[in-house]
Antibody, heavy 119, light 108 residues
């Protein structure tokens, strides 16, 4: 059974850093496109970043230069390192798997982890 | 950036009724559009991909249509569990994928 479990969210001051983790089971992270998608409180969905199976990474303009996506193959875990955090980064962060045959769509999602940026 | 505009913002219907949701793109996305369902406190669920293909395990009452800039998600007969928020997502503008702002389907 495919499962994604995020962790690492919490309250952080503006300008601070946080690292999110997404532990996967039932499939191999490194063989799939893996993304982070966020949702501000009461708002819609925003794609944040993707890491391709080949290792290429891409970011939304809103986080480029501040966030870094990575993975640890032996731990089958996805990460999002978030630096220089702003109030507008406050959101629930979901990790999501790209559907294997259509990896630009997200077929499995974690339960999300809440990041609050506030002083 | 491709902007997706969903309408209406809220759809008030009764169980058994037909729901028609719209998603309009600011420029052509060909057929590269998906639909997701999200219930309160839950992660989104993939319903439709490439405009008209149902994802694994999705009931036949859900159908998608459209191409270019205009897309529709239809729920033929609403079940109680279908009341939720629905989002469209484009993957045409690689790798800057965007979502619509959502349509809430609520019980009338």
């Amino acid at each position: 059974e495919v499962q994604l479990v995020e962790s690492g969210g919490g309250l952080v001051q503006p300008g601070g850093s946080l690292r999110l983790s997404c532990a996967a089971s039932g499939f191999t992270v490194s063989s799939n496109y893996m993304s982070w998608v966020r949702q501000a409180p009461g708002k819609g969905l925003e794609w944040v970043s993707v890491i391709y199976s080949g290792g290429s990474t891409y970011y939304a303009d809103s986080v480029k230069g501040r966030f870094t996506i990575s993975r640890h193959n032996s731990k089958n875990t996805l990460y999002l390192q978030m630096n220089s955090l702003r109030a507008e980064d406050t959101a629930v962060y979901y990790c999501a798997r790209g559907e294997p045959k259509n990896p630009w769509y997200f077929d499995y999602w974690g339960q999300g982890t809440l990041v609050t940026v506030s002083s | 950036e491709i902007v997706l505009t969903q309408s209406p913002a809220t759809l008030s219907l009764s169980p058994g009724e037909r729901a028609t949701l719209s998603c309009r793109a600011s420029q052509s996305v060909s057929s590269y559009l998906a639909w997701y369902q999200q219930k309160p406190g839950q992660a989104p669920r993939l319903l439709i991909y490439d405009a008209s293909n149902r994802a694994t395990g999705i009931p036949a009452r859900f159908s998608g249509s459209g191409s270019g800039t205009d897309f529709t998600l239809t729920i033929s007969s609403l079940e109680p569990e279908d009341f939720a928020v629905y989002y469209c997502q484009q993957r045409s503008n690689w790798p800057s994928w965007t979502f619509g702002q959502g349509t809430k389907v609520e019980i009338k």
